[in-house]
């Protein structure tokens, strides 16, 4: 804390309290109120229902739900892949090079997710690559717009890693494949798995250049949010939005979860 | 690398200078020729050492030391000389040949030791084993088997996290012996230790340098270590070997400032003349006993040299009249440095000091007894 008398504390936290709640807390309290609400003419809810949360989460809104996850889990597969290969092979590459690679891993949030949906459909719609009106065209679109995070998450991971130890396991007779596999990977685990869990929050609430790209069978949660309070039906679409918080937020506790599994069995082993 | 005085076996072979095309001293042993250049700076040093020997690196920061263990391991590839190790053409840019590190029988234990942070002290050194193609199963268990040689059975388990600096050491040597090298490389070993521990580290060390039966090279700038470590040392500033030999030798007869100021001697450079040595601007140091050689060193422990506050009566045969030019505690002594007509380290006691009235800039007389100062051919 860089304020120390106590009255400045207090105003400090009184006025970080003015700036949040409105900003941040209520919208999100409208949300929780406005998925329950039956109907909503005045200040507060006339009625309560918990209709909204089962069409929420029940036939299209359901697909759309385990379409966000596939696609999240997918694309941040793929971005994690691609990242870390970037971060680890751009470390080693000539200056420039490497340069040029930060500069091409950093473009996808330079320019708006719109431009990135319309470069990918406007690429894609016609051989060679064939993407258009299929998963793959959402899936590719979001590894494009997370792969960012996971290359600069991972290259921000080995800055603080000692690239020494490759040397260290050079000594040792260890191969260029055991140096990756059992030192360097192991090493960045925990760069890995953050970047994991920010680019699947990432890519489960992403809109701007899913709405440019999305067949009709492949429609997001996110993307149903918006088309639900299009046509008016805001109290359905916060119910949409809670449960795609709820999702995001349980898949993000399950990578987690699994990122706790490894380390324990590696504890053990 | 022309040695002094020869009082070892191991020490003529380092006292002859390898040439490229020779047969190496030792088929079992190492013999290297290192030359590496990166930008202005050229590392040229010759080392060879009988399987068994433990040899010191001995130099000041910058001095290219660990450019020099970095090129015995092949970290660092050489730009023109060789390695050969154990009979084994290692490395020859005129050959094109270069063994990169994973297939060399080389084991280093890093400065700062470098265990992996994500595995156990175990692992840590199953690690090289593994390398090696040994089962999990076996691997574990030489492990385990190096570990309890360290004295380190009960931390197995223990990520190196949790690790003194002195138990991390010894896991890093674990780790460094366990693949069965024939060259050990040690850079700067103890200098990661608080004092308290560094003591009887270096006991150990020593202990299991010894166990050793392959060449060992210590890297550090600490003449004790080297001193205490090393059968032999290879002192070397800006990239080359200034001086070569046994601990006791190069203590005795030091060849340039650098290590006379390591060892803590004063040390001259002069020419022998009339029973005694000029020095440079006309200053003569008289000596007891003096070699038969033209270019000489003379050196004299700082012990040797007594500071009077006038002129002494009785006018021993070398005096000068210095200047203080600062002081320092060392142990129960006080070391003065002196400026003049021949720069001076003196050692004298707390209480002289305070007789003296000595302070920076305070001008005294100091005298040397010639049967104190020691010639030897330069």
């Given at each position: 804390m860089l304020v120390w008398s106590r009255s400045g504390r207090a105003f400090v936290w009184a006025l970080f309290a003015l700036v949040f709640a409105p900003l941040v807390l209520a919208p999100l309290a409208i949300l929780g109120i406005a998925a329950f609400a039956g109907d909503w003419n005045s200040v507060l809810p006339a009625s309560w229902t918990s209709e909204n949360i089962r069409e929420a989460t029940a036939g299209t809104n359901y697909d759309s739900l385990v379409v966000s996850i596939e696609t999240a889990l997918g694309a941040s597969l793929i971005a994690i892949v691609v990242g870390t290969w970037a971060a680890i092979a751009a470390r080693t590459a000539p200056r420039f090079v490497r340069r040029l690679t930060d500069a091409v891993f950093h473009l996808p949030v330079a320019v708006p997710s719109v431009v990135v949906g319309l470069g990918m459909l406007v690429a894609f719609s016609d051989g060679p690559i064939l993407l258009n009106g299929t998963k793959w065209i959402v899936i590719a679109a979001h590894a494009v717009l997370v792969v960012t995070f996971a290359y600069s998450t991972v290259s921000a991971g080995l800055d603080r890693t000692d690239a020494a130890f490759a040397d260290v396991a050079a000594s040792l007779g260890a191969s260029a494949a055991r140096v990756l596999l059992r030192v360097r990977l192991p090493m960045l685990l925990p760069s890995i798995t953050a970047a994991a869990s920010l680019a699947i929050a990432l890519s489960m609430g992403e809109v701007g250049a899913t709405i440019m790209v999305y067949p009709a069978e492949w429609r997001t949660l996110p993307v149903s949010v918006f088309t639900l309070t299009d046509r008016g039906k805001v109290l359905l679409?916060?119910?949409?939005?809670?449960?795609?918080?709820?999702?995001?937020?349980?898949?993000l506790l399950l990578v987690g979860l699994l990122k706790g599994r490894v380390e324990e069995r590696k504890r053990r082993r | 690398m022309t040695g002094?005085?020869?009082?070892?076996?191991?020490?003529?072979?380092?006292?002859?200078?390898?040439?490229?095309?020779?047969?190496?001293?030792?088929?079992?042993?190492?013999?290297?020729?290192?030359v590496v250049t990166r930008g202005a700076f050229r590392l040229d040093v010759h080392l060879t050492a009988a399987p068994g020997e433990v040899v010191a690196l001995?130099?000041?920061?910058?001095?290219?030391?660990?450019?020099?263990?970095?090129?015995?391991?092949?970290?660092?590839?050489?730009?023109?000389g060789h390695t050969r190790l154990a009979g084994v053409d290692l490395e020859d840019p005129r050959q094109r040949l270069y063994t990169p590190p994973e297939r060399r029988p080389v084991g280093v234990v890093f400065q700062d030791y470098l265990l992996f942070p994500h595995l156990s002290a175990l692992e840590n050194v199953a690690f090289g084993l593994r390398c090696q193609g040994v089962a999990r199963r076996d691997a574990r268990s030489l492990a385990a088997h190096w570990l309890d040689r360290v004295d380190l059975a009960e931390h197995a388990g223990v990520k190196p996290g949790r690790l003194s600096g002195g138990q991390a050491q010894r896991v890093a040597l674990a780790r460094a012996l366990a693949t069965h090298p024939r060259l050990l490389l040690l850079d700067e070993p103890l200098a990661a230790l608080d004092a308290r521990t560094r003591v009887a580290v270096r006991a150990t060390l020593r202990r299991h340098l010894a166990d050793f039966d392959g060449v060992a090279v210590v890297i550090t700038h600490d003449p004790l270590d080297a001193m205490v470590l090393a059968d032999r040392l290879t002192v070397i500033e800006a990239g080359h070997a200034v001086q070569t030999g046994t601990p006791a030798e190069v203590a005795r007869h030091p060849r340039t400032d650098y290590v006379a100021r390591l060892v803590g001697l004063n040390l001259y450079r002069g020419t022998i003349s009339a029973g005694g040595v000029d020095l440079a601007a006309g200053r003569r140091l008289v000596v007891a006993e003096l070699p038969d050689a033209d270019e000489v060193f003379v050196a004299f422990p700082p012990a040797a040299v007594t500071l009077y506050r006038t002129r002494p009566d009785g006018s021993p045969r070398n005096l000068w009249q210095v200047e203080v030019d600062g002081m320092e505690l060392h142990g129960d002594t006080v070391r003065v440095e002196l400026t003049g007509p021949v720069p001076l380290l003196a050692d004298v006691t707390p209480l002289a000091v305070a007789e003296l009235e000595l302070a920076p800039g305070k001008p005294v007389w100091a005298a040397v007894k010639a049967t104190e100062a020691r010639a030897y051919p330069a």
């Amino acid at each position: 804390m860089l304020v120390w008398s106590r009255s400045g504390r207090a105003f400090v936290w009184a006025l970080f309290a003015l700036v949040f709640a409105p900003l941040v807390l209520a919208p999100l309290a409208i949300l929780g109120i406005a998925a329950f609400a039956g109907d909503w003419n005045s200040v507060l809810p006339a009625s309560w229902t918990s209709e909204n949360i089962r069409e929420a989460t029940a036939g299209t809104n359901y697909d759309s739900l385990v379409v966000s996850i596939e696609t999240a889990l997918g694309a941040s597969l793929i971005a994690i892949v691609v990242g870390t290969w970037a971060a680890i092979a751009a470390r080693t590459a000539p200056r420039f090079v490497r340069r040029l690679t930060d500069a091409v891993f950093h473009l996808p949030v330079a320019v708006p997710s719109v431009v990135v949906g319309l470069g990918m459909l406007v690429a894609f719609s016609d051989g060679p690559i064939l993407l258009n009106g299929t998963k793959w065209i959402v899936i590719a679109a979001h590894a494009v717009l997370v792969v960012t995070f996971a290359y600069s998450t991972v290259s921000a991971g080995l800055d603080r890693t000692d690239a020494a130890f490759a040397d260290v396991a050079a000594s040792l007779g260890a191969s260029a494949a055991r140096v990756l596999l059992r030192v360097r990977l192991p090493m960045l685990l925990p760069s890995i798995t953050a970047a994991a869990s920010l680019a699947i929050a990432l890519s489960m609430g992403e809109v701007g250049a899913t709405i440019m790209v999305y067949p009709a069978e492949w429609r997001t949660l996110p993307v149903s949010v918006f088309t639900l309070t299009d046509r008016g039906k805001v109290l359905l679409g916060s119910a949409v939005t809670v449960v795609l918080l709820v999702a995001t937020l349980i898949v993000l506790l399950l990578v987690g979860l699994l990122k706790g599994r490894v380390e324990e069995r590696k504890r053990r082993r | 690398m022309t040695g002094a005085a020869e009082t070892s076996g191991a020490n003529k072979q380092a006292a002859s200078d390898p040439g490229p095309d020779r047969t190496p001293d030792h088929p079992a042993g190492l013999d290297a020729h290192l030359v590496v250049t990166r930008g202005a700076f050229r590392l040229d040093v010759h080392l060879t050492a009988a399987p068994g020997e433990v040899v010191a690196l001995l130099g000041p920061n910058g001095a290219g030391k660990s450019t020099a263990l970095r090129a015995l391991a092949g970290l660092t590839p050489l730009g023109a000389g060789h390695t050969r190790l154990a009979g084994v053409d290692l490395e020859d840019p005129r050959q094109r040949l270069y063994t990169p590190p994973e297939r060399r029988p080389v084991g280093v234990v890093f400065q700062d030791y470098l265990l992996f942070p994500h595995l156990s002290a175990l692992e840590n050194v199953a690690f090289g084993l593994r390398c090696q193609g040994v089962a999990r199963r076996d691997a574990r268990s030489l492990a385990a088997h190096w570990l309890d040689r360290v004295d380190l059975a009960e931390h197995a388990g223990v990520k190196p996290g949790r690790l003194s600096g002195g138990q991390a050491q010894r896991v890093a040597l674990a780790r460094a012996l366990a693949t069965h090298p024939r060259l050990l490389l040690l850079d700067e070993p103890l200098a990661a230790l608080d004092a308290r521990t560094r003591v009887a580290v270096r006991a150990t060390l020593r202990r299991h340098l010894a166990d050793f039966d392959g060449v060992a090279v210590v890297i550090t700038h600490d003449p004790l270590d080297a001193m205490v470590l090393a059968d032999r040392l290879t002192v070397i500033e800006a990239g080359h070997a200034v001086q070569t030999g046994t601990p006791a030798e190069v203590a005795r007869h030091p060849r340039t400032d650098y290590v006379a100021r390591l060892v803590g001697l004063n040390l001259y450079r002069g020419t022998i003349s009339a029973g005694g040595v000029d020095l440079a601007a006309g200053r003569r140091l008289v000596v007891a006993e003096l070699p038969d050689a033209d270019e000489v060193f003379v050196a004299f422990p700082p012990a040797a040299v007594t500071l009077y506050r006038t002129r002494p009566d009785g006018s021993p045969r070398n005096l000068w009249q210095v200047e203080v030019d600062g002081m320092e505690l060392h142990g129960d002594t006080v070391r003065v440095e002196l400026t003049g007509p021949v720069p001076l380290l003196a050692d004298v006691t707390p209480l002289a000091v305070a007789e003296l009235e000595l302070a920076p800039g305070k001008p005294v007389w100091a005298a040397v007894k010639a049967t104190e100062a020691r010639a030897y051919p330069a």
